[in-house]
């Protein structure tokens, strides 16, 4: 047996998503990182070991604009490139690659951190044993990241945590039990099944459960054509110790598992004949154990009024999920939901322990109360949890800062390090001194400046109220429709959605009620007007009007989304979960034409934010087919000295990209993204000079790194071509000085 002592500036103990993005944004940092897993390959819950859906702030499409960037967006748009299929052995190879891209990781699977070394408050080293090799290696750092997701290296470390369920009187929160008990949400087993094309045999194993014995086959939907996370309410142990009772709950989610293939196989009432078991899980996938206290616990009231902190690292949007502590045994349905109005903030003071110095934690172990872990325990949210752990470790330590002198003191110096990685961080502006394009003006060789959709792709009868965001920047003096009338009139109002995350009527506005002439396609215009204060959505209500249709385009325009009223006593789908309004049209949009906005102007790519918040914070070109290689230029009065140039690019965060098999994406590559472009840069009236030509594009974010620090007055972008889009649009564009 060896013993092995590793030294590096970050040991990270955990290879989910959070340990990943922890570890990718920390070596991004410059720092050294000790990832280390006790696992064969990476990707936690989310690896072919378990095949957990990555679900997060989306919430399977009920949240707008929502999809996960940073380090977290790459490993989505970089799956959907490679895996559009959702084979999760490919997934593990998407994750891998990436932890191997960075140099400054060095990876230890296998590995099962054991024991830890910490005195007066500061963790010195941790332990692992490394199965197969026969290794003890003593891992070695000033700064320790736990995202083990159960938490075994603070627990270890006398950090202070707690589980199970608070009491209503803790926080105040009103899903809290009266009385605190020791219960968790439940672990859960999956399986995948396949068409074999002929007849096959299934004899259960002796210990597999009798379903029928249980309420299971009323309770829970049970089809042929559901595999994987569509069962995950095959859930068990959230009323015994998810660790301390790991191997008895994995034995009866395996019973129940097969009692359950059983019943589909055997009992007569599936068309399963040719049906056969291709997998089942062999780790219970945990969804919860300790939660660590840290400089502030997040809680339901912070979930639902979206708290703005000022010390925001990461967003959520997923649903308060919790489900009956008895699993797949209980009375009750198989989770509740309360979903807030759009996007909420996690502040860093969630991220790292309250009593040990140079303990950060992410994932489903962050400072949060039991109802609140119930939306930030999902894998994306967890990822963008892990990224800003690592990046606050790696910049606290690089001035010599503990997290909570991060938190309280210096916090400017992780928000303008975050922004500059385009980490995936809500409401937050580019005001970093070091980004010069700062102090540019930017020009373009056009500006899509009076959107409109005028070709019909169909039509949509107004059977339900139909709401549509779109963006208003600085007023809105009226708009027109494309409409099919037998006569009448139309009510329509304007709303505003008050948070510039949201995307749901909230404030009456402004409304009116408009004659229509009788006939096909015929364009009325709408007299809402609005002026707000700021850049923001308006959220448009059509009413509900017999004998009128309203045409459809195959496309939408940028920061635009669509929705249709859920009537609950009509929607048989109707539950707590789902809100009153819906997303229809995801890729298509109304027949429209707006006025004159300034949502698309070139200046949006310098400071200002980078993703949708407030409008879609981009501009967009005119139509290619008048403009065929659009352009942006950035000028200073005086020259710059650039060593880097950074450019964000538009890659639909309304589209829902999800790992594994959930639903298809038609496209390989995000259209919205450019496929291709120039960079060139000049000194005054000296010749342009080319610095970077990007072929073959599916990313988001381009760092260009210049070989020698050049001197500009001018910096300009060319498209050569998107992925599919009809305009070139750009979120960002940002430029460095070599470092004093």
């Known amino acids: 047996m060896q013993q092995l002592e590793v030294q590096s500036d970050l040991t990270i103990v955990g290879g989910g998503l959070a340990g990943i993005c922890a570890a990718i944004g920390a070596a991004r940092q410059g720092s050294t990182v000790a990832l280390v897993q006790n696992r064969p390959v990476l990707g936690g819950n989310s690896s072919s070991e378990v095949r957990v859906w990555v679900c997060g702030a989306t919430a399977h499409g009920v949240q707008s604009f929502a999809r996960e960037t940073g380090i977290m967006g790459e490993l989505f748009v970089e799956n959907q490139f490679r895996n559009p299929l959702g084979n999760p052995y490919y997934w593990d190879l998407v994750l891998l690659e990436a932890v191997r891209a960075e140099p400054r990781i060095t990876l230890y699977l296998n590995t099962d951190v054991r024991s830890v070394e910490a005195a007066d408050g500061e963790i010195r080293s941790v332990t692992g044993w490394q199965m197969g090799s026969e290794k003890e290696i003593r891992f070695v750092s000033p700064v320790f990241v736990d995202c083990s997701g159960d938490g075994l290296v603070g627990m270890l470390s006398g950090a202070e945590f707690r589980t199970g369920r608070e009491p209503r009187s803790q926080y105040d929160e009103s899903w809290a039990p009266d009385v605190p008990d020791s219960n968790t949400l439940g672990s859960t087993i999956l399986f995948y099944s396949k068409d074999a094309g002929e007849p096959v045999r299934f004899v259960p194993p002796s210990f597999a459960r009798d379903v029928t014995e249980t309420a299971i086959p009323e309770r829970r939907v049970i089809r042929t054509d559901l595999n994987g996370c569509a069962f995950w309410w095959i859930e068990w142990g959230g009323e015994l110790d998810v660790v ?5 709950i994995r034995d009866e989610l395996q019973a129940v598992v097969y009692g359950i293939w059983d019943h589909i196989k055997n009992s007569g009432r599936f068309d399963a004949d040719n049906l056969t078991l291709e997998w089942i899980g062999s780790v219970p996938g945990k969804r919860e154990y300790r939660r660590f206290l840290g400089d502030h616990v997040l809680t339901q009231h912070d979930v639902l009024g979206q708290t703005d902190f000022d010390d925001r690292v990461a967003f959520g949007g997923w649903s308060i999920d919790l489900h009956p502590p008895g699993g797949v045994y209980a009375a009750e349905r198989g989770s509740k939901h309360w979903h807030p109005d759009g996007n909420y903030h996690i502040p860093l003071r969630s991220l790292y322990s309250r009593n040990v110095r140079n303990l950060w934690m992410a994932g489903r172990n962050i400072s949060a109360s039991h109802v609140a872990f119930g939306t930030t325990r999902v894998m994306a949210t967890c990822a963008l949890l892990g990224e800003a752990a690592g990046v606050g470790a790696a910049v606290a330590l690089r001035n010599g800062l503990t997290p909570r002198e991060l938190a309280h003191d ?3 110096l992780l928000k303008h390090t975050l922004t500059r990685a385009d980490a995936s961080v809500l409401g937050v502006v580019d005001d970093d001194p070091e980004n010069v394009a700062l102090a540019a003006t930017v020009t373009a060789s056009s500006t899509l400046t009076r959107p409109a959709l005028e070709v019909s792709s169909g039509t949509l009868p107004l059977t339900t109220d139909l709401g549509m965001v779109i963006p208003v920047d ?4 009226g708009f027109e429709l494309l409409v099919d009338s037998a006569g009448g009139s139309l009510t329509v109002e304007l709303h505003d959605p008050v948070k510039a995350q949201n995307y749901l009527p909230a404030k009456l506005v402004d409304s009116c009620t408009v004659d229509l002439p009788a006939g096909e396609k015929r364009w009325i215009q709408v007299p809402l007007a609005w002026r707000p204060a700021a850049p923001s959505n308006a959220f448009v209500v059509l009413r509900s009007t017999p004998d009128v249709s309203v045409h459809t385009a195959a496309t939408r325009l940028p920061g635009t989304v669509h929705f249709a009223h859920r009537d609950p006593a009509a929607d048989e789908q109707w539950t707590e979960q789902f809100r009153a309004w819906k997303h229809i049209l995801p890729r298509g949009g109304l027949c429209i034409r707006l006025g004159e906005t300034a949502a698309y102007a070139p200046d949006k790519v310098i400071g200002g934010y980078s993703r949708p918040y407030g409008g879609p914070n981009l501009w967009s070109s005119e139509d290619l087919a008048w403009d065929s290689e659009p352009w942006l230029e950035l000028t200073w009065p005086e020259p710059v000295e ?3 140039i950074v450019v964000v690019l538009d890659a639909d965060v309304q589209e829902d990209l ?23 840069v000049r000194d005054g009236d000296g010749p342009w000079q080319l610095v970077a030509a990007v072929t073959d594009n599916h990313h988001r974010t381009q760092h260009h790194h210049l ?15 998107t992925n599919g889009a009809q305009r070139a649009h750009v979120v960002s564009i940002r430029a460095y000085s070599p470092p004093q």
């Not at 999800?658 to 060139?680: G, K, S, V």
């Not at 070989?707 to 007055?713: F, G, L, S, Y």
């Open 244 to 248: 301390d009772d790991n191997e008895a």
């Open 410 to 412: 210096r916090f400017g």
């Open 474 to 477: 600085p007023a809105l003096d």
């Open 642 to 644: 650039l060593s880097e």
């Open 658 to 680: 999800i790992n594994l098999h959930h639903h298809r994406t038609p496209f390989e590559t995000l259209p919205t993204l450019l496929a291709a472009y120039d960079l060139e």
């Open 707 to 721: 070989h020698t620090a050049t001197q500009a007055t001018q910096l300009r972008l060319t498209t050569r071509q």
